[in-house]
C-alpha cells in the first residue's frame, strides 16, 4: 500500500522524534513468487533497490551543479564557524546559492543513506545483498549473524565513539571520503568537502 500509516514502526517512529533518526517496517516481499531470478538473489535485487534509487535521486540532482548552473554548498558549511560569519555568508546568498544548497543536501543525503545502508550488517539492505551473491556456504555464515547485527551497529556508530570520546568513529571515517568521493563524481566539484572540514 503507498498509504504511510502502513509503514510506520512505533519504536522507530518515536526514536525519529527522540534522537533524529528512525525507520519504518521492512517491506513484505515474498522471495518464491520471484520468476526471472533465484529467490536468493532476488532478494539481493530488492534490497539493493533503495541503496540504487537514492544514488539515482543523487545524481539527477547533481546535473544543475554539474552544469554549473547553481553552485556547490555544502549544508555542513557551519560546523565550526562563528554565527557572524554564518550570518554573513547566508546574507549574500542570492536564489541561486539556495538553490544550490537545497540540490546539494539531496545528493549528500542520499549518498549517506545509500552508502549507509549498503552495510552489511542485519536489518540494513547491504546484509541482504551480500546474503544473495556470495556464494552459499558464506551466505550461510551470513544469515547466523544475522541476530547480532543490531547490536553490532549500535556499537559501531554509538558505543566505539562513546567510549572513545569520539576518537574512533568507524562509520563516519569510512563514509567521509567515500561520500566525498561520489559527490565529486555526481557533481563534477574536485573537493566538494562535504563535511565542511
Request: aromatic content about 12%; glycine content about 12%.
Amino acid at each position: 500500500t503507498i498509504n504511510p500509516l502502513a509503514h510506520l514502526d512505533p519504536l522507530g517512529t518515536a526514536i525519529l522524534f527522540m534522537a533524529g533518526f528512525g525507520w519504518g517496517k521492512p517491506v513484505p516481499v515474498n522471495p518464491n513468487l520471484m520468476r526471472s531470478t533465484s529467490p536468493k538473489t532476488g532478494m539481493a535485487m530488492v534490497a539493493a533497490a533503495g541503496p540504487i534509487s537514492n544514488l539515482v535521486i543523487a545524481g539527477i540532482a547533481g546535473v544543475p551543479i554539474k552544469l554549473g548552473l547553481v553552485d556547490w554548498h555544502t549544508p555542513f558549511f557551519a560546523w565550526g564557524q562563528s554565527s557572524d560569519y554564518v550570518e554573513w555568508v547566508v546574507a549574500s546568498w542570492g536564489v541561486s546559492d539556495y538553490l544550490g544548497l537545497y540540490l546539494s543536501s539531496i545528493i549528500i543525503f542520499g549518498i549517506i543513506l545509500a552508502l549507509f545502508n549498503l552495510t552489511p550488517l542485519w536489518p540494513l539492505d547491504g546484509f541482504s545483498v551480500a546474503v544473495g551473491i556470495l556464494p552459499r556456504d558464506l551466505s550461510l555464515e551470513m544469515e547466523r549473524l544475522r541476530a547480532w547485527g543490531p547490536g553490532l551497529l549500535l556499537i559501531f556508530i554509538f558505543g566505539l565513539p562513546i567510549l572513545t570520546a569520539g576518537s574512533v568513529n568507524p562509520f563516519f571515517d569510512l563514509l567521509r571520503p567515500a561520500v566525498n568521493g561520489v559527490a565529486s563524481l555526481l557533481t563534477g566539484v574536485g573537493d566538494p568537502n562535504v563535511f565542511g572540514y
